[in-house]
């Protein structure tokens, strides 16, 4: 960790704003992304991190069921999930409200971390291209 934190603090990332990414978090999430602007919108990158659903069902098309895909980078994938978990694990943080809400709603546990980690994909993304734009113009 010590020797994670240290590079993740001179790349000036905003990853770790964000609750439940930590240093080892932003340094697998920054490394395995790459240039975040290769990903033309959230739902790209979502797709590449396997957070994107999968319509998974051979029967009623009017309501189909959906997977995670296991094609994407599971590296990023992993780092997404200990942040879901870690905020379902905590009362006051964002993500729990989310989960709570989703279960509220009727969505198997399940499926309300996989909604989670879309999100969380989705935060993590706009992260990624603001921290882009502001090295960029620093330079």
């Given at each position: 960790?010590?020797?994670?934190?240290?590079?993740?603090?001179?790349?000036?990332?905003?990853?770790?704003?964000?609750?439940?990414?930590?240093?080892?978090?932003?340094?697998?999430?920054?490394?395995?992304?790459?240039?975040?602007?290769?990903?033309?919108?959230?739902?790209r990158f979502a797709a590449y991190n396997c957070t994107a659903p999968v319509e998974w069902s051979s029967g009623n098309p009017k309501r189909p069921t959906h997977r995670l895909s296991r094609r994407g980078n599971r590296a990023i994938n992993h780092a997404l999930h200990i942040a879901a978990v870690t905020q379902i694990r905590f009362a006051h943080s964002p993500g729990r409200g989310f989960y709570d809400r989703k279960l509220d709603e009727g969505h198997?546990?399940?499926?309300?971390?996989?909604?989670?980690?879309?999100?969380?994909?989705?935060?993590?993304?706009?992260?990624?291209?603001?921290?882009?734009?502001?090295a960029s113009r620093t330079r």
């Open positions: 960790k010590a020797h994670i934190r240290a590079p993740v603090a001179a790349s000036g990332t905003t990853l770790t704003d964000i609750f439940g990414v930590g240093d080892v978090g932003a340094a697998t999430l920054i490394g395995h992304a790459g240039d975040p602007n290769r990903f033309a919108t959230e739902d198997t546990p399940k499926e309300a971390i996989r909604a989670l980690k879309r999100r969380i994909s989705n935060i993590v993304y706009r992260h990624l291209i603001d921290d882009t734009t502001r």
